[in-house]
Nanobody, 124 residues
Framework: QVQLGESGGGLVQAGGSLRLSCAASGRTFSTYGLGWFRQAPGKEREFVAAISWSGGSTYYADSVKGRFTISREFAKNTVYLQMNSLNPEDTGRYYC?????????????????WGQGTQVTVSS
């Protein structure tokens, strides 16, 4: 069992930065791949970024490549999402998720556990 808790969301102006954190409980955290997804009102949840269980591989949606960076800190059981050059289209509720899968990280269906999310609002 893995429990996930996101933090770090807030209101930021376009061009600004935020760093989201997702703290996980559970001794097997290091064996899970981790992903970040976001959902805007009236839209489906979409993939943002993912990192493999080892931390050796990272994956990004085209819309955030070059602006967002995902990383994980095993000692703190935490995954981060550094978001730079934010724009209003990045607004949404951001969720972290954990999976035992080793591929298809962009699919919501491969994730076993989800956090409650943290709201990010980018003003123009």
């Amino acid at each position: 069992q893995v429990q996930l808790g996101e933090s770090g969301g807030g209101l930021v102006q376009a061009g600004g930065s935020l760093r989201l954190s997702c703290a996980a409980s559970g001794r097997t955290f290091s064996t899970y791949g981790l992903g970040w997804f976001r959902q805007a009102p009236g839209k489906e949840r979409e993939f943002v970024a993912a990192i493999s269980w080892s931390g050796g591989s990272t994956y990004y949606a085209d819309s955030v490549k070059g602006r967002f960076t995902i990383s994980r800190e095993f000692a703190k059981n935490t995954v981060y999402l550094q978001m730079n050059s934010l724009n209003p289209e990045d607004t949404g509720r951001y969720y972290c998720a954990a999976t035992r899968a080793s591929r298809d990280y962009y699919r919501t269906s491969v994730y076993d556990y989800w956090g409650q999310g943290t709201q990010v609002t980018v003003s123009s």
